[in-house]
């Protein structure tokens, strides 16, 4: 079974970066698809980046219009653990972030309920 452990979310003020990682274990991360997502109270959860493997080493990068241009996903497939790094961080930014994982290389990769697997999240909050 598929565990992934979100860390590096916190208090940041606008126009900062920060960079949250995902820890994978239970199964190999090179041979995963992955998500991030983000949800705030009373709103449903919304697409920020994916990391879909095409076979082998191969993947492609996918981004969110809420963070395109100031986001970037990576991987350590040795470390087993994907990162989001966001940029020019803006109050709205504000939210629990998830990591998510599926076996699968063609799927819908902006639909939350295509992914098998959810980490518990992580808080980002953006503010002075």
């Known amino acids: 079974q598929v565990q992934l452990v979100e860390s590096g979310g916190g208090l940041i003020q606008p126009g900062g970066s920060l960079t949250l990682s995902c820890g994978v274990s239970?199964?190999?991360?090179?041979?995963?698809?992955m998500g991030w997502f983000r949800q705030v109270p009373g709103m449903e959860r919304e697409f920020v980046a994916a990391?879909?493997?095409?076979?082998?080493?191969?993947?492609?990068?996918w981004y969110g219009d809420s963070i395109a241009g100031r986001g970037t996903i990576s991987r350590d497939n040795g470390d087993n653990t994907e990162y989001l790094q966001i940029d020019r961080l803006k109050p709205e930014d504000t939210a629990v972030y998830f990591c998510?994982?599926?076996?699968?290389?063609?799927?819908?990769?902006?639909?939350?309920?295509?992914?098998?697997?959810w980490g518990q999240g992580t808080q980002v909050t953006v503010s002075s």
């Open positions: 239970g199964g190999a991360l090179s041979s995963l698809s």
């Open positions: 998510a994982a599926v076996n699968a290389q063609r799927f819908n990769y902006r639909r939350w309920d295509e992914y098998e697997y």
């Open positions: 990391h879909t493997w095409s076979g082998g080493n191969a993947y492609i990068a």
